[in-house]
């Protein structure tokens, strides 16, 4: 269910809350579409919605699970070979049923609501760096992931709407 995030209030709240309305309009836009329906592209893109929803679940346990607190790949994503197959969620997600799809993107984010309930707070640390070799706060890796998941919804947006026409926020 979609949510307004709140006018005001603590910022851990607000930005939660900002992040869980993009996962829900995601969730919302590949709501009752078949397994083909999700496979389907708009092209010139390969993109998919099914591809989306893997690729969100992969991003969300990446950013959350392993990179910020230093867990092991779920184990969904533990034995791909990334260099050798750098868009596996993507090529893959036509295989998979729409409820196991989104089943796993439910999970993957409730995972992550648990890393964030139980860090110290937004300025707690990576335990892994970025390229830069700099370390990022609970506040910069929620933010990116509000600017991650939004920008998919978008592309979700448009997906659906070339699938079967809806439409809305």
């Known amino acids: 269910m979609r949510i307004d995030p709140p006018d005001s209030g603590p910022e851990l709240d607000q930005l939660t809350s900002f992040l869980d309305l993009q996962r829900a309009t995601v969730l919302w836009k590949t ?22 929803l893997n690729h969100l679940a992969l991003v969300e346990d990446s950013w959350f699970r392993v990179r910020f607190v230093g867990l092991p790949d779920d184990e969904l994503w533990a034995g791909i070979d990334w260099d050798a197959d750098p868009d ?7 295989e998979v049923e729409p409820e196991e799809l989104r089943r796993r993107y439910e999970e993957a984010c409730a995972r992550s609501r648990e890393v964030v309930a139980g860090a110290d707070s937004l300025d707690q640390l990576s335990v892994e760096r970025r390229r830069t ?23 979700a947006d448009l997906l659906r709407e070339a699938i079967d026409g809806a439409t809305g926020q």
């Open 88 to 94: 596996f969620e993507f090529r893959t997600a036509a």
């Open 31 to 52: 709501e009752g579409l078949t397994r083909e329906q999700l496979a389907q592209p708009h092209p010139p893109s390969t993109l998919t919605l099914g591809g989306l």
């Open 133 to 155: 070799g700099q370390q990022f706060d609970l506040r910069w890796m929620l933010l990116h992931m509000i600017e991650e998941t939004a920008r998919h919804a978008g592309h």
